[in-house]
Each structure stands twice: as structure tokens, then as C-alpha cells.
Nanobody, 120 residues
């Protein structure tokens, strides 16, 4: 079974930087897309950024130019570099990975979530 372990959340000041990491483990034959989502209190979960196996990226308009998503393929790890953070970035951030595993069965896994709090 594929498992995800997130790290890197915490408290950061307005305008500061933070880096989130998500490592996928287990039997992984291929990864189609790795992404970061976030959910603020009282709001729906939303896509922050995603990166495909080929390296194509997609960002929410609210984070374009400030956040950078990248992959360390050899380790099946996805990173989210968060720069110039603002209080509106405060949320629980979730990693999501879609791919195929044993016997080419598809999987869609979520991490446990990591809290990011931006102080003004």
C-alpha cells in the first residue's frame, strides 16, 4: 500500500518562507501527478499546485509567482517552496499522489495534512 508522509509545516511570519515535503513509499510503479492542496477553516479544499510525471506544473492563481512545486523523482518526493507568504495562506496543507502500483492498479492517496500558519 502506498503511504505518504508530510513534513515542514509550522508557524511563519508574513513575507517569510516555508518548505513542505511529501514522501511517497510502498510499491509504486509510476506516478502520474503529485500535488498540494489546502483547506482553511470553513472553506473547501483547494488545489495549490501540481506537477505531472513529465514535469508540467499547475498553480492556483493566488500562489503564482510565490510558490514553487518540484519533484525529487528518485525518492518519489514532492516539495512545495512557499515564499512571500500572506495570512491567507494559513491552512492545513495536504499532499496528494496519483499513480499506479502493483499489477498496474491505480492509486489516489492523501497525506495526513500539515498545518501552516502565517502570522501578520
Amino acid at each position: 500500500q502506498v503511504q505518504l508522509v508530510e513534513s515542514g509545516g509550522g508557524l511563519v511570519q508574513f513575507g517569510g518562507s516555508l518548505r513542505l515535503s511529501c514522501a511517497a513509499s510502498g510499491y509504486i510503479r509510476s506516478i502520474n501527478v503529485m500535488g498540494w492542496y489546502r483547506q482553511a477553516p470553513g472553506k473547501q479544499r483547494e488545489l495549490v499546485a501540481a506537477i505531472t510525471g513529465a514535469g508540467s506544473t499547475n498553480y492556483a492563481d493566488s500562489v503564482k509567482g510565490r510558490f514553487i512545486i518540484s519533484r525529487a523523482n528518485a525518492e518519489n518526493t514532492v516539495l512545495l517552496q512557499m515564499n512571500s507568504v500572506v495570512p491567507e495562506d494559513t491552512a492545513v496543507y495536504y499532499c496528494n499522489v496519483k499513480g499506479s502500483g502493483r499489477f498496474w492498479t491505480s492509486f489516489d492517496r492523501w497525506g495526513q495534512g500539515t498545518q501552516v500558519t502565517v502570522s501578520s
